[in-house]
Nanobody, 121 residues
Framework: QVQLVESGGGLAQAGESLRLSCAASGRTVMYYDLGWFRQAPGREREFVAVISRNLRSTAYGDSVKGRFTISRDGARNTVYLQMNNLRPEDAGVYYC??????????????WGQGTQVTVSS
């Protein structure tokens, strides 16, 4: 079992930055990939970024490449999402998620409650 708690959401103006954090707990969290998803009202949940359990690889959604950076602490139980040059379309609820499967297409097994990000133009 993995528990995920997000923090760091809030209000930003377009062009500004926010940093999200997700604290993961559970005995085996170091064996999980950790990622971020987001969902805006009336839209489907969208993949944002993922970082592997060994810290060696990351992947990003096309809409955030070059602006967002995912990272994970050395103990591998906290994941961050640095969001720069925010746009109004980045607004939504951001969810942290954990994946045990090794395949890049594996489903995420655990989800946090989400943190709201609002971006004003």
């Amino acid at each position: 079992q993995v528990q995920l708690v997000e923090s760091g959401g809030g209000l930003a103006q377009a062009g500004e930055s926010l940093r999200l954090s997700c604290a993961a707990s559970g005995r085996t969290v170091m064996y999980y990939d950790l990622g971020w998803f987001r969902q805006a009202p009336g839209r489907e949940r969208e993949f944002v970024a993922v970082i592997s359990r060994n810290l060696r690889s990351t992947a990003y959604g096309d809409s955030v490449k070059g602006r967002f950076t995912i990272s994970r602490d050395g103990a591998r139980n906290t994941v961050y999402l640095q969001m720069n040059n925010l746009r109004p379309e980045d607004a939504g609820v951001y969810y942290c998620a954990a994946r045990e499967g090794l395949s890049g297409s594996a489903a995420f097994d655990y989800w946090g409650q989400g943190t709201q990000v609002t971006v004003s133009s």
